[in-house]
Nanobody, 117 residues
Framework: QVQLVESGGGLVQPGGSLRLSCVAS????????MGWFRQAPGKERELVAS????????DYADSVKGRFTISRDNAKNTVYLQMNSLKPEDTAVYYC??????????WGQGTQVTVSS
């Protein structure tokens, strides 16, 4: 069992930045692919960014390319999402998730990000 705890959400003005963190329990963190998802009210959950276990491969949704950066520190069992140039449409609950094999199996509780003036 892997437990994931997100932090770093909050209220930010358009154009601002936030960095989300997700700390994982367990000793096998470096073997898991990790992803950041988000879900806005009335919308389906979407994958925003993902990173391989080694950190050597990253992928992004088109809507966040060039603005968001996913990274990980395996020594700290932590994955990050740096979000720059935030827009109101980025407002959502953000979740981190762990992928031991093909599917995302473990989920955090989510952290709210609100972009508003």
């Amino acid at each position: 069992q892997v437990q994931l705890v997100e932090s770093g959400g909050g209220l930010v003005q358009p154009g601002g930045s936030l960095r989300l963190s997700c700390v994982a329990s367990g000793r096998t963190f470096s073997t898991y692919g990790m992803g950041w998802f988000r879900q806005a009210p009335g919308k389906e959950r979407e994958l925003v960014a993902s990173i391989s276990g080694s950190g050597g491969r990253t992928d992004y949704a088109d809507s966040v390319k060039g603005r968001f950066t996913i990274s990980r520190d395996n020594a700290k069992n932590t994955v990050y999402l740096q979000m720059n140039s935030l827009k109101p449409e980025d407002t959502a609950v953000y979740y981190c998730a762990a992928r031991p094999a093909v599917a995302y199996r473990y989920w955090g509780q989510g952290t709210q990000v609100t972009v508003s003036s």
